[in-house]
């Protein structure tokens, strides 16, 4: 009888990734600012599954750089659409709070571009688009060097009270 999948010796661990930001990005420290309710995505700095790196601008806005790797696959080669959206709720999320606002995910709308090719890093922009209330919106793109973008978002986030 054959093994199933799961019987399978796990991947050894790949290699370094440049995760590093533009010239004029100041390194976040995301953990500091929202606590340790960021592992799920970016919680493993040097695993086989997201590496990712989040950075400001000058006017604050978020940037991160993120490598999908070989668990986080969907599509034979490709990063699986889960783990897509899963790191744009963490990135747009994170957006709000660099910003000044805690908050939680109330609704999140990932539109996939084009399939994301394992094993590559690519640049996630987010930004705050509005404030009214307690209702924030949150707007991010996922893209690479060349072509268009493999995913765009846009997230509702609602105020929380501070920790």
Request: a negative charge; one cysteine or more.
């Amino acid at each position: 009888m054959e093994a199933a999948n799961h019987d399978r010796a796990p991947e050894l661990s790949c290699p370094a990734v440049d995760l590093r930001g533009e010239a004029d990005w100041t390194p976040l420290d995301a953990s500091s600012l929202v606590g340790e309710s960021l592992r799920f995505v970016s919680g493993e700095p040097d695993g086989n599954r997201c590496r990712v790196r989040y950075f400001l601008d000058a006017e604050r806005r978020l940037h991160a750089r993120v490598w999908f790797g070989p668990e986080t696959e969907g599509p034979p080669g490709h990063a699986h659409g889960g783990s897509i959206a899963a790191a744009m709720d963490e990135a747009l999320g994170l957006a709000a709070w660099a910003a000044g606002y805690p908050v939680v995910v109330g609704n999140l709308n990932v539109s996939f571009r084009t399939m994301l090719p394992l094993h590559k890093v690519v640049t996630l922009e987010s930004r705050v688009v509005s404030a009214e209330g307690r209702k924030v919106m949150v707007h991010g793109r996922l893209f690479g060097n060349e072509g268009p973008a493999y995913a765009e978002a846009q997230c509702l986030c609602i105020t929380i009270a501070r920790r």
